[in-house]
């Protein structure tokens, strides 16, 4: 990432315009960013992944015609971080009238303070800059939210101050006004009460606020956004019908449709503390998959992309909890880590009223399932017939939570002169001990789930034979 350019050294109006200035709207502005890196092939969506050919050419389409927007979407489908990506659309530095309330451009103040300032001040008024982050609001919709965290009231301190109710000076601003000249987003817009809705309707049509018995015309330069979960948009909340009317474009996000995709996002947002083999992620992303595609699981709720995260930052815990109760120098992540991340992962996933009872079978079975697709992708071809052979000829290899990479490794059978363990470790890219018991504990659970060895839990420890 680039440092970001200071601002400039611009610091009053006169300044500003023999500068060549020109001012836009934020929809111009956004425009022509958009389609400045369209042109130089720039990606203005960095850190997306699977909505390259659905969901970003529509939204292109919307901010390249000034559109608000409202992302609709399931839990965890990534609607945040694509409208915050939104942001980096905006120019890197913007001029604002210093001290002003509402951030204004210094051509065209809209505040009746600031007007008289620049009445008064004339070419000397001050400037300031703003980065694109400070253009930026965001606000959570919660049932308790009111008019007044949006749009704005009357500020009794100022009342106080001997100011007469009729004055406009009197406001205290909501976050909409405040993000003038910038993005306004409100998550989970249904859960915002319908009188409150009511107060947006003028904000995204007219661009002016109204407050109490005011007559006030503020013309806001503001880009608004939402977010909603369709089940929440159809029974716990609704858009009402003449705020839903004002978003230019309505646009339906998706889980990732490729698995690669899935194992990206998991690489992208997974703070891990121990390492995690890439078979380990590609079994949680298509555990999760799994689930998405169960009819056990209820789908209106929908199986967030935080779910493998989540499994995949456990995982890595675990790795690193052994590591330092067996003072093993790498802390590095095996199959025998995943069932301490279902354990932990089984309350995020909301099942059909028919499932009681079944909860755990159900995750079992789907785990397992990602498993034997995974060994399957990553260790076709290679024959493990020597190793089946060894375990059946009595030879046990014992793993578990606690068990060091070491042991695992000493515990193998001697396979003479074959290479299988090589040609293991090369499929799965085991470079050191703990990747490398990690990839014969994949081989093994492999062969257990197609029935040619056998399992058994004893205590905390696995033993295959």
Do not use: C
């Not at 019908?241 to 998991?266: M, S, W």
């Amino acid at each position: 990432m680039t440092a970001p350019a200071a601002a400039p050294e611009i610091t009053t109006v006169g300044e500003l315009r023999r500068s060549g200035h020109v001012l836009r709207s934020v929809r111009e502005e956004i425009r022509d960013n958009l389609l400045a890196a369209l042109r130089g092939g720039r990606d203005p969506w960095p850190g997306l992944h699977g909505f390259a050919g659905t969901v970003v050419p529509q939204l292109e389409r919307a901010l390249i015609a000034g559109h608000d927007v409202v992302l609709l979407g399931e839990r965890g489908q990534g609607k945040t971080r694509l409208l915050r990506t939104v942001a980096g659309l905006l120019d890197e530095w913007s001029p604002v009238i210093a001290g002003s309330e509402l951030g204004e451009h210094p051509y065209a103040p809209i505040t009746p303070a600031s007007r008289r300032r620049a009445a008064e001040l004339g070419e000397d008024l001050p400037v300031a800059w703003r980065n694109r982050e400070e253009r930026y609001a965001e606000k959570l919709a919660t049932p308790d939210t009111s008019v007044a965290d949006l749009i704005g009231d009357v500020d009794p301190m100022k009342v106080a101050e001997g100011r007469s109710l009729g004055d406009p000076e009197t406001i205290h601003y909501g976050l909409i006004p405040r993000s003038h000249r910038g993005i306004v987003t409100v998550n989970e817009l249904p859960d915002l009460a319908e009188r409150i809705q009511v107060a947006m309707l003028n904000v995204m049509e007219e661009r002016d606020i109204q407050i109490r018995g005011y007559v006030l015309r503020l013309p806001l330069d503001v880009l608004v956004l939402a977010s909603a979960n369709p089940e929440d948009y159809t029974n716990r909340g609704r858009i009402i019908t003449p705020l839903k009317d004002r978003f230019g474009a309505e646009i339906r996000t998706h889980y990732p449709t490729e698995l690669t995709d899935e194992v990206a996002v998991v690489r992208q947002e997974a703070e891990l503390v121990a390492d995690v083999p890439d078979h380990l992620v590609e079994i949680l992303a298509r555990f999760t998959r799994g689930l998405r595609e169960s009819s056990a699981v209820d789908q209106r709720s929908g199986v967030s992309a935080r779910f493998a995260i989540a499994g995949a930052e456990t995982v890595a815990a675990a790795a690193l909890h052994r590591a330092t109760r067996q003072g093993e120098e790498e802390a590095v992540a095996r199959p025998v880590d995943l069932e301490a991340a279902v354990d932990v992962l089984a309350g995020k996933i909301e099942f059909e009223s028919g499932e009681e009872g079944r909860e755990d079978a159900i995750l079992d079975h789907l785990l397992r399932t990602a498993v034997a697709e995974t060994v399957a992708a990553h260790l076709r071809g290679v024959d493990l017939s020597l190793l089946v052979e060894a375990l059946e000829g009595g030879t046990v290899v014992t793993t578990g939570e606690q068990v060091r990479a070491r042991d695992v490794l000493a515990a193998l059978p001697v396979l003479g002169e074959s290479d299988l363990y090589e040609q293991i470790w090369e499929r799965l890219d085991a470079t050191d001990d703990g990747r490398r018991a990690g990839a014969v504990e994949l081989a093994l659970e492999g062969l257990y789930l197609t029935r040619r060895v056998g399992k058994e839990s004893v205590g905390d420890e696995t033993v295959y034979g």
